[in-house]
């Protein structure tokens, strides 16, 4: 049963006419009555009623008219998933990823990947944790370079690439002399809590291993950069991460933190990408470059 015929049945019923549904679909009305024809001759039932002032159903056209409506919306859904297929597996492999990421590693992996994969276009998002995931999950990203949150990724696969340690930010005109700073001394500090979802991997550390630590969180709508320079002007601390603060030249003083903290960064997949070529390519990229650049592996 072709899905043309049947999707020009529902709209004749729509309007009323074989002559408006004609119009409406670009049909002549001798073509569309031969396409109306042939389908009741494929099922041997009579499904129109046609008369001067129009047509409407049959009884058996009203019996089998929601199995209709589901048939178009089937063959709907199918073209539209050969297409995604298709778009994915041909031209463009969507990938998010946090900035910090972007600036560090991306330029590398994706220069890799061009030579195992030089027919695929990669479409680079960067954007915050939550809304990356459920990008993935509905399949608008193919995969993202995120931190690992067991809430946030449930259902998807994980990849782990690094341990990216989380370093406290605070004034070079600091007293603190210490080569370490101890998360109780955020208690009652003013903080500047960065943006793009950040605070899911900082706000665990005040609480970890029964803490009680209440810094004065200011929510900020700001990128890592525009945070350092909050701090070197005596606004607040902060806690970055490693990766974030690399080749940062503001005049801050960037501290491991005591009991040292680190976020888990690698790449989430959704459940139809976890076997695509294309990702299990720049999967294996992305573990030589970061393989590289560190030496050691600590996901």
């Not at 955020?186 to 029964?210: K, R, Y």
């Not at 501290?255 to 139809?272: A, F, M, T």
């Amino acid at each position: 049963m072709d899905s043309k015929k049947v999707n020009a049945l529902l709209t004749a019923i729509d309007k009323g006419s074989l002559t408006a549904a004609a119009a409406e679909l670009g049909y002549t009305q001798s073509g569309l009555t031969h396409m109306m024809n042939s389908m009741e001759d494929e099922l041997g039932l009579s499904l129109l009623v046609r008369s001067k002032s129009g047509v409407h159903l049959s009884p058996a056209g009203q019996a089998l008219l929601p199995v209709l409506r589901n048939f178009v919306y089937a063959a709907n859904d199918l073209e539209k998933e050969a297409d995604r297929l298709r778009l994915r597996n041909f031209s463009t492999l969507h990938l998010g990823s946090f900035s910090s990421i972007a600036r560090h590693w991306i330029p590398e992996i994706l220069s890799r990947f061009k030579l195992l994969c030089p027919d695929t276009q990669i479409s680079l998002t960067v954007n915050d944790m939550d809304e990356m995931c459920t990008a993935v999950k509905n399949e608008e990203l193919d995969c993202a370079m995120v931190s690992y949150q067991p809430d946030i990724c449930q259902g998807l696969s994980w990849i782990p690439l690094w341990k990216d340690e989380l370093m406290a930010i605070i004034p070079a005109s600091s007293t603190f002399d210490g080569d370490a700073f101890p998360v109780e001394g955020f208690d009652g500090a003013d903080f500047l809590m960065p943006s793009l979802g950040f605070e899911l991997d900082i706000l665990p550390i005040f609480t970890a291993n029964g803490r009680k630590v209440s810094p004065n969180i200011l929510r900020t709508n700001l990128d890592d950069a525009s945070i350092a320079s909050m701090v070197e002007h005596g606004l607040g601390v902060s806690v970055l991460s490693d990766l974030v603060t690399k080749d940062m030249s503001f005049n801050i003083r960037t501290l491991p933190l005591e009991p040292s903290c680190y976020r888990s960064l690698g790449i989430v997949i959704g459940p139809r990408c976890a076997n695509d070529r294309n990702i299990r390519r720049l999967v294996a990229c992305s573990k030589d470059v970061v393989s590289q650049k560190y030496g050691t592996d600590l996901t």
